[in-house]
């Protein structure tokens, strides 16, 4: 059971590091569209 | 002088490669499942005619043994590897073929081999009729072929050779000493995902998109399926433009980014490893960022796109489909092919690169990228430093490791060899009568398994051409050596004395 539950945080931890890495391709992306439309 | 394979060798190929098929029978009751419950009865049976002809087939395989004592080297697994990808769509496309939905036999290969390679491009018509079960299987091969169907029988029916059938499949990195702990903490993965991924894309379906808890359900594995192994096939004919939704493309983002993560990556932040100086995640990251804002950069220069927004959503969103080797696509294959200059440059730059090494990606893949950037540095350094001078040649992956010549050779042969593969694709295109853009974006999206489509793979393009795309999506999957191994052996058996 215990091992299980810490199977359970460590994919839990493992999801939130894709969603931070998601969150920040979306900062990338926002701050070259902000920079392509100001320019071009 | 070529060995003439032994009867032996043919009889535990035949051995190995039916415990495979085995597989599909298993795989095939889900799908089976599903028409009973929703009594769709036509294609219940056709799982059935899988099911029973699949079974027979590995039962047979089953009573075929090599001599005792026999030990199975790494070609070996190689053959099998490169076999498995050759037939398995082959017994796939039974109740695709069944279906109605293809014009002809080699169609339903087509798009068999597409799911089992997760590349995801389609020759399907009328997609937004297909059965549901149907539609179910076209999924669960991409699941398969993402999750290995070779790992599956070494998890079920592990037995002799499995770790040569593991190299064989094109993941090269080993997190763990023994492949059935690998094969296990790889589905673990797989489940882990698929809890929350399903869940949260179901409940996005029944709250935002406002379906009922049964078709919800469905959208959500199937999309769960394709996103996660990186496949890019999707129920509806529009691909993810269907659904309409920023919040569904951001859930999607995530999954297609973990399916391009490498296993020994999801492991190392599974145990809390440090990974921001791996090679991998350093060369993904850059690539990434340099062909997002490419793509963007060309939507704005040729018109495409001329709002914040819409340039965000859209252009991420392909940029990430692209480089993860997904194929999923919000916008039209029409529309798509009007992305002309750097937004096409940027498109299929990513999709040539693909993701991680030991992941569901295709494509150069990252490691290859890095190693040959920092290979390439390195003799740069070399020669701008004083004679005698020594540069340490190493690189970080779950550790410091060495840049021998060996590995630099690999890692250069390999990508060339892509590269070669992604300019016969388009030679033939071209020669056929289509145009250098179209030819070789379709070209790069089947070799490394993307999915992505300007609309030259449809129903009616020429059967050359479809069969170039076969053979790239099964080349391109297994990474060349096993196609190899696979040509030697064939060499061998006619040739061998």
């Known amino acids: 059971m215990r091992e299980m539950l810490r199977e359970a945080a460590a994919g839990i931890r493992g999801m939130a590091v894709e969603v931070a890495a998601v969150i920040g391709v979306i900062v990338i ?9 100001a320019l071009v | 002088m070529l060995l003439r394979p032994s009867l032996d060798d043919h009889r535990s190929i035949a051995h190995d490669l039916g415990r495979i098929i085995g597989v599909v029978a298993m795989a095939a009751v889900v799908p089976l499942m599903w028409a009973i419950a929703r009594q769709e009865w036509y294609a219940a049976s056709h799982f059935l005619l899988l099911i029973g002809v699949t079974t027979v087939v590995a039962a047979i395989a089953d009573r075929i043994h090599p001599s005792p004592g026999r030990s199975v080297d790494w070609s070996h697994g190689m053959v099998v590897a490169a076999l498995t990808w050759l037939t398995v769509p082959a017994f796939a496309t039974v109740p695709l073929w069944a279906s109605g939905h293809y014009s002809r036999w080699v169609d339903s290969y087509f798009d068999a081999m597409s799911g089992l390679t997760t590349t995801g491009l389609s020759v399907i018509q009328d997609l937004d009729h297909l059965p549901e079960s149907v ?132 492991h190392a932040i599974w145990n809390r490893r440090k990974v921001a100086n791996n090679i991998e995640v350093r060369t993904f990251a850059f690539t990434l960022s340099v062909t997002l804002i490419v793509t963007i950069l060309g939507l704005v220069l040729i018109g495409a796109i001329d709002q914040f927004y819409p340039l965000v959503r859209v252009g991420l969103f392909h940029a990430l489909s692209a480089h993860t ?101 388009a030679a033939v295109a071209l020669s056929l009568g289509y145009d250098l853009g179209p030819a070789l974006f379709e070209s790069i999206s089947a070799s490394a398994a993307v999915g992505l489509s300007v609309g030259v793979v449809s129903p009616d393009m020429p059967l050359l051409l479809e069969l170039t795309y076969i053979a790239q999506m099964w080349v ?21 004395k």
Do not use: C
């Not at chain 2, 020669?383 to 690189?395: H, N, S």
């Not at chain 2, 999957?477 to 030697?488: Q, S, T």
């Open chain 1, 29 to 37: 992306a926002a701050l070259a569209a902000a920079a392509v439309l």
């Open chain 2, 135 to 266: 539609n179910l299987w076209r999924h669960i091969l991409q699941f398969l072929g993402g999750q290995g169907i070779v790992l599956a029988a070494l998890l079920f029916l592990a037995g002799s050779g499995a770790l040569s059938l593991f190299e064989g499949e094109g993941r090269e990195h080993r997190m763990f000493p023994n492949v059935r702990t690998t094969a296990r903490f790889i589905w673990l993965v797989s489940a882990a995902h698929a809890v929350i991924g399903i869940s949260v894309l179901t409940l996005d379906g029944i709250f935002v998109q406002g379906f009922g808890p049964g078709r919800a359900f469905f959208h959500a594995t199937t999309i769960f399926m394709a996103a996660f192994d990186t496949g890019g096939f999707t129920p509806m004919s529009t691909s993810i433009a269907y659904y309409n939704s920023p919040i569904f493309e951001a859930l999607v983002a995530v999954l297609m980014v973990a399916g391009a993560m490498s296993f020994g990556l999801h």
């Open chain 2, 325 to 425: 080797g997904t194929g999923f696509s919000t916008v039209s294959s029409a529309e798509l092919a009007r992305w002309s200059g750097l937004a096409f440059a940027g498109i299929a730059i990513a999709m040539a690169l693909g993701g991680m090494s030991s992941s569901t990606a295709g494509g150069v893949k990252s490691l290859r990228i890095g190693l040959a950037m920092r290979a390439m540095r390195d003799t740069v350094r070399e020669a701008l430093l004083p004679d005698g001078a020594v540069v340490a040649q190493t690189y970080h992956q779950y550790g410091v490791q060495r840049i021998g010549p060996n590995l630099v050779r690999s890692v250069f042969s390999i990508s060339l060899l892509y590269v070669a593969l992604y300019l016969f694709g």
């Open chain 2, 476 to 496: 391109g999957r297994l990474e060349f050596i096993a196609i190899a191994a696979l040509l030697g052996f064939a060499a061998s058996t006619v040739f061998g």
